[in-house]
């Protein structure tokens, strides 16, 4: 009874369950796949590199067996045809993780937009406005973006006119 109340109260208020119960852990792991699919949609071109690297961005994080994975990446994919903004998914990972963990998962999310040896207009774009709503400044988005560059052996572009 007090569990449904509790479930009740959450869902009047959009108040997530802790993150260390099993539903806020499932919570926080749905809303950062959908980001990390997100980012892999947002690119005109999807192949399987993109889709290789949520599946390793999602392991690296959350240490999720493969069938687990495949089941988050499915739940993801299915959330981001839905979603109408990304503020349902950032407003979870503000409050369930620390300052560290979301800049960590912005390195993740650049290693998906760079899974192909590029960074498309709409991925950048993407990006930056993930990095705004996840309050990450912008000398660590930086830091974070050359930290997935290395990590994914993608030289950094050359500068423009």
Known sequence: ????????FRSLFDVP??????????TLQLATAVLLVEVMRSD??????????????LHD???????????LFELAET??????????????????????QK?????LL????????????????LMRKLGDLLHIPHAAYVAAKQRARQHMNVPDAPAGP
């Open 1 to 8: 009874m007090l569990r449904t109340l509790n479930d009740l």
């Open 110 to 125: 650049w290693q998906v937009a760079l899974a192909d040896g590029h960074i498309s207009h709409h991925e950048n774009h």
């Open 79 to 100: 959330h981001a045809r839905e979603a109408t903004d990304f503020h349902h998914f950032t407003s979870k990972i503000n409050k369930g993780f620390s300052a560290e």
């Open 44 to 57: 005109a071109k999807i192949g399987a590199q993109e889709r290789r690297a949520v599946l390793a961005a």
């Open 61 to 71: 994080k959350f240490a999720l067996a493969d069938d687990e994975l495949e089941r």
């Open 17 to 26: 369950p802790p993150a260390d119960e099993p539903a806020g852990q499932h």
């Open 103 to 107: 800049l960590r998962i912005v390195e």
